[in-house]
């Protein structure tokens, strides 16, 4: 089914090969922790486009996450300024969510009988087919429509950017030219519900634990004062921050099970015998619960990073909810500076005296149910410097 949709380029679904390694150098060329900070102002940009628009439609947050989460990556890497409301956004948003049913199992059939993808679309049973062909051509929008606007943007003298700066170095090279469009389209649709999920699950943690977000408020307050935004040279500075992030992605990694893994060849693990082609599951929920790692493994406490004799600012390699091993999360370090800034800005969270339920949900990418919540600037001059940001 990922093949019939066009996912056969995305990274994150590609079986190890040399096409694989040839388009993970490029991931790692683009996003490396040496250049990552050259997304630096679009990610300030974004960030505080994101606070305004907490301070005039605060109800619709978890809208304003998802948009944030997307944008970041229209922005960093074609230079463009894309809304959710953009037909692109759209697409991308619903092909999204075609390839979370997908790695659910919502179609068995062609899966088991490869065979079915033969059979015309009108076919009972073959439902699979019209979603497949809805979802190929919503695949090869995303990955030409922004595409083309970077680049025209770049030969028209109104802007540059990372994409289009690689296309033309690659011009008339086709093949160089379709991994630099997959690297695109990759990164838009790993980072906006896996962003937006933390993001979201960090909200909701702030509510239900109003101690943990007044302690934040009080590192944030004592380190840089009341009269300026955070940057991200503060964060050393901000350990009590950091240790909020890192029990988010320890609670609650949006991706669980990480991503399915094949044996490339027969195994023996700890007496376990693994055949070629079996499935393997990394389950990133149980190693963040483990008791024997973490104490009271089940309760949102920040402080566990304080009191590790490393200490909150251990590498991202230790933050297993962006996996391990060759296929860890080529995006983390951008992640990583996306979710952090916008952890560390001045915003209050409230239950607004709602019991909010601690509900999650169940797909392939685990995020909080839609909650209600009060958030409001922390003080009046919190919103002339945030507001001060439009200009
Ligand atoms: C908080 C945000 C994020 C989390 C928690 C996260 C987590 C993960 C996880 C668990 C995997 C699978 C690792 C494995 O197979 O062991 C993964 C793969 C991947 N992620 Fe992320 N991710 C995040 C954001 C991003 C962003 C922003 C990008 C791109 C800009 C990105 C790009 C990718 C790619 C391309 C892969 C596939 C790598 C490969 O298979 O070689 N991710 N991510």
């Known amino acids: 089914m990922t093949k019939l949709c066009g996912g056969e380029l995305n990274l994150v679904f590609a079986p190890y090969s040399d096409n694989w390694r040839k388009n993970r150098k490029l991931f790692q060329q683009n996003f490396r922790q040496s250049i990552i900070d050259r997304f630096h102002p679009d990610q300030y940009a974004m960030v505080h486009e994101f606070l305004r628009q907490l301070i005039n439609t ?28 953009d037909p692109i956004a759209k697409t991308m948003i ?8 997908i790695l659910l199992g919502a179609f068995p059939a062609v899966e088991r009988y490869p065979w079915l993808r033969f059979m015309p679309s009108w076919f009972p049973g073959c439902e699979f087919k019209r979603v497949a062909e809805q979802c190929l051509r919503d695949m090869n929008k995303a990955d030409t429509v922004p595409f083309e606007m970077a680049v025209e943007n770049l030969k ?3 802007g540059s950017s990372p994409i289009a700066e690689l296309a033309i170095k690659a011009e008339g090279n086709s093949e160089e030219i379709t991994a630099i469009k997959a690297m695109g389209t990759t990164s838009l649709a790993a980072a906006a519900d896996t962003t937006g999920a933390t993001l979201s699950s960090f909200t909701l943690a702030m509510i239900l634990h109003p101690d943990v977000q007044l302690k934040g408020q009080e590192e944030i307050d004592r380190v840089l004062g009341r009269d300026r935004l955070p940057t991200f040279d503060d964060r050393l500075s901000l350990p009590y921050v950091e240790a909020i992030y890192r029990e988010v992605l320890r609670l609650n990694p949006p991706l669980p099970l990480g991503m399915g893994h094949g044996s ?17 599951i990394a389950n990133i929920w149980a190693m963040n619960r483990d008791p024997d790692v973490y104490s009271q493994p089940d309760d949102f406490l920040p402080e ?6 490393t200490g909150p600012f251990t590498s991202l390699n230790s933050i297993n909810a962006y996996g ?54 922390r003080t009046p001059f919190a919103k002339t410097l945030i507001l001060a940001t439009a200009s």
């Open 58 to 85: 605060p109800d619709k947050f978890m809208q304003h996450i998802l948009a944030l989460s997307q944008r970041t990556i229209f922005s960093t890497l074609y230079g463009l300024d894309v809304d959710l409301d």
């Open 94 to 101: 619903k092909s999204n969510h075609t390839f979370q049913r």
């Open 264 to 280: 490339t060849e027969d195994d023996v693990y700890l007496g376990y015998h693994i055949p070629k082609g079996c499935n393997v």
């Open 324 to 377: 391990f091993g060759r296929r860890v999360c080529v995006g983390k370090y951008m992640a990583d500076n996306t979710v952090w800034l916008t952890i560390a800005s001045p915003k209050d969270m409230e239950g607004n005296d709602i019991d909010i339920p601690e509900e999650y949900t169940n797909g392939f990418t685990r995020e909080p149910k839609p909650f209600q919540c009060t958030i409001t600037p």
């Open 156 to 158: 028209t003298g109104r």
């Open 304 to 309: 566990r990073f304080l009191d590790d004799s």
